[in-house]
Nanobody, 126 residues
Framework: QLQAFGGGLVQAGGSLRLSCAAS????????MGWFRRAPGKEREFLSA????????YSVDSVKARFTVSRDGAKNTVVLKMNSLKPEDTAVYYC?????????????????????WGQGTQVTVSS
């Protein structure tokens, strides 16, 4: 299972820290990603990280403001969001894909992820 935490209401220009913990299978390794769905829009990819935390990727629209990282604990990932804008208002989802120990890959496509969290609401007021 995936549990996402940290959403809430924040003013424009503020920051939020989302966390996601994967407790799917003991001893497994998971590449993880963050997505969001804004009202009336399709779910979109934001950021991804390999299971080791050594490689990350974020889309251009957020990479100057959002940082994805591991939280130290295995299979826990953080999305730190700064300089939030009203257009960042959305439900944010974390996703996970089990990978072998030797993998250094992160994944960008929604279809590549197997496990999904329930989503956490982020609302940015102007």
């Amino acid at each position: 299972q995936l549990q996402a935490f940290g959403g809430g209401l924040v003013q424009a220009g503020g920051s939020l820290r989302l966390s996601c913990a994967a407790s799917i299978r003991t001893g497994s390794n998971f590449a993880m990603g963050w997505f969001r769905r804004a009202p009336g829009k399709e779910r979109e990819f934001l950021s991804a990280i390999n299971w080791r935390g050594s490689s990350t990727y974020s889309v251009d629209s957020v990479k100057a403001r959002f940082t994805v990282s591991r939280d130290g604990a295995k299979n826990t990932v953080v999305l730190k969001m700064n300089s939030l804008k009203p257009e960042d208002t959305a439900v944010y989802y974390c996703a996970a894909k089990e990978v072998p120990y030797w993998s250094n890959t992160y994944y960008l496509r929604e279809s590549e992820y197997v496990y999904w969290g329930q989503g956490t609401q982020v609302t940015v007021s102007s």
